[in-house]
């Protein structure tokens, strides 16, 4: 069994998709093993994202992720990433399936709504940076 860390981020809930997000992974067969709302520090977001500090969108990106409430999530079900993955679409929402989530409710490359773990050895660091009391 793998495992996701999956974040609705902070555009997600204040528009009120969180429920809506929360049931297209629940109805695909997924199971969500840990949730919370929760207002990140800068810290935690700079280093859930250390590997873009470089980047010239990093300032944008961690005022983005801490202007509100985001729903952490630890989701596990067999080829999770992949998966789940699939179901966010493409992280730019133009390119995006309109079937998938980014697809139906993002239209912005920064603001796109969700974020998911890319590889196992991602989701193990990331989970243990949003839920460290699962360690
Ligand atoms: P995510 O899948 O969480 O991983 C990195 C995030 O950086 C990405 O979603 C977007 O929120 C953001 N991002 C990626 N590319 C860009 C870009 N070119 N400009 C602004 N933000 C970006």
């Known amino acids: 069994m793998e495992r996701s860390l999956v974040l609705i981020k902070p555009d997600g809930v204040e528009r009120r998709l969180v429920g809506q997000i929360i049931s297209i992974y629940e109805r695909k067969g997924l199971n969500i093993t840990a949730l919370k709302l929760i207002k990140p520090t800068r810290e935690i977001v700079e280093t859930h994202y250390v590997e873009h500090k ?11 992720l801490t202007r509100g409430m985001v729903c952490a999530m630890i989701i596990e079900g067999p080829n999770v ?55």
């Open 54 to 64: 470089d980047k010239p969108f990093f300032p944008e990106l961690i005022s983005y």
């Open 81 to 135: 990433i992949e998966t789940v993955r699939k179901i966010n679409g493409a992280t730019d929402p133009a390119q995006a399936e309109m079937g998938t989530i980014r697809g139906q409710y993002a239209l912005s490359k920064s603001e796109n709504i969700v974020h998911a773990s890319d590889s196992p050895e991602s989701a193990e660091r990331e989970i243990n940076i949003w839920f460290p009391e699962t360690e």
